[in-house]
């Protein structure tokens, strides 16, 4: 099987739903230290996810969501996403996002637990807010 004819199966899974399977020509993903593209008949691979957009490209179309870290496993042109939160992009909520980000950003953490749940939410925040601006 070439590239050309090859399709990627995308799965995004929450503990509630399935949110999302589909047919794929090629998936980008929010790793926690960066994007990673991946097309068909990519190298098996797992994967932490960070707080940003996942885009599934089909033919000419482009489905962007929000995902809320996770992981992601790659094998046999399987794209899995397990993930807590997965919203349309479109569906992103913008002011509660900067709400979320002054809140966070007022916060006092007093240790370390505090400061990583100070910090979590304000990724999580600035991620949504950049989705959201490029959703417009």
Do not use: W
């Not at 926690?32 to 797992?46: K, Q, T, Y």
């Not at 996002?97 to 809140?103: C, I, K, R, S, T």
């Not at 637990?113 to 949504?128: L, N, P, T």
């Amino acid at each position: 099987m070439s590239a050309s004819n090859a399709a990627l199966q995308c799965v995004v899974v929450t503990p509630e739903e399935t949110v999302l399977e589909c047919e794929a020509d090629f998936v980008v993903l929010p790793l926690f230290d960066g994007e990673v593209g991946i097309a068909p008949l990519h190298s098996p691979m797992i994967g932490r996810l960070g707080f940003g957009e996942l885009r599934i490209r089909s033919g000419s179309e482009t489905t962007r969501y929000y995902v809320d870290g996770g992981f992601v496993q790659v094998a046999d042109n399987l794209v899995s996403v397990l993930t807590s939160r997965a919203i349309k992009s479109v569906d992103v909520d913008g002011n509660a996002a900067q709400e979320q980000l002054e809140n966070a950003l007022e916060t006092i953490a007093a240790g370390e637990e505090q400061m990583a749940i100070r910090d979590r939410a304000q990724s999580q925040a600035r991620a949504q807010l950049r989705i959201a601006e490029r959703a417009k």
